[in-house]
T-cell receptor, first 112, second 110 residues
Framework: NAGVTQTPKFQVLKTGQSMTLQCAQD?????MSWYRQDPGMGLRLIHY???????DQGEVPNGYNVSRSTTEDFPLRLLSAAPSQTSVYFC???????????FGQGTRLTVV | QQQVKQSPQSLIVQKGGISIINCAYE??????FPWYQQFPGKGPALLIA?????SEKKEGRFTISFNKSAKQFSLHIMDSQPGDSATYFC?????????FGAGTRLTVKP
């Protein structure tokens, strides 16, 4: 059972570079989401998707882009990395909304 | 402004003791209140959850108490074990929006 798989696990970027964080799930969940986790802040919702072709903004969407072409995949794109985007990023999936979400192992991103 | 406030930030409990973590929320539209457990280097994992029409839910050693009028809910870990040492997050959800508390780092001393 793979569940939610995130790649890469670690990444170092230079300011201004772009990159894509990958997320895939094999549970046939319609709902997928991206969070960032920062010390003392808990997890904050960046973007979410309720199905292929449908995405929406969460609490902290600026600087991030998403698309959902398949049920399984939900990549997160950083268009021009900034040091403020240094964080641990988690992808999650669930059958519906925020109910019973399954999280991936996370991607630790450092922007220098 | 954080919509879900969690306390304490850290908690140290002796093995066999009771761990209590508290959360308060602002938005009365929230209708699902989960607790997640996170070990270092891992993603959060759902521990237990409650809906606002229930005042208490118990699963093994873990109990959620919910006070709708006070907009507060808490996690009680009975007979705490060293293996329970982790960071715990409360959350409040409505439709596609889930807001997390800042987390509580629990250490259970043997």
């Amino acid at each position: 059972n793979a569940g939610v798989t995130q790649t890469p696990k670690f990444q170092v970027l230079k300011t201004g570079q772009s990159m894509t964080l990958q997320c895939a799930q094999d549970m046939n969940h319609e709902y997928m989401s991206w969070y960032r986790q920062d010390p003392g802040m808990g997890l904050r919702l960046i973007h979410y998707s309720v199905g292929a072709g449908i995405t929406d903004q969460g609490e902290v969407p600026n600087g991030y882009n998403v698309s959902r072409s398949t049920t399984e995949d939900f990549p997160l794109r950083l268009l021009s990395a900034a040091p403020s985007q240094t964080s641990v990023y988690f992808c999650a999936s669930s059958l519906a909304g925020g109910r019973k979400a399954f999280f991936g192992q996370g991607t630790r991103l450092t922007v220098v | 402004q954080q919509q879900v406030k969690q306390s304490p930030q850290s908690l140290i409990v002796q093995k066999g003791g009771i761990s209590i973590i508290n959360c308060a929320y602002e938005n009365t539209a929230f209708d699902y209140f989960p607790w997640y457990q996170q070990f270092p280097g891992k993603g959060p994992a759902l521990l237990i959850a409650i809906r606002p029409d229930v005042s208490e839910k118990k699963e093994g050693r873990f109990t959620i108490s919910f006070n709708k009028s006070a907009k507060q809910f808490s996690l009680h870990i009975m007979d705490s074990q060293p293996g329970d040492s982790a960071t715990y997050f409360c959350a409040a959800s409505r439709a596609n929006d889930m807001r997390f508390g800042a987390g509580t780092r629990l250490t259970v001393k043997p």
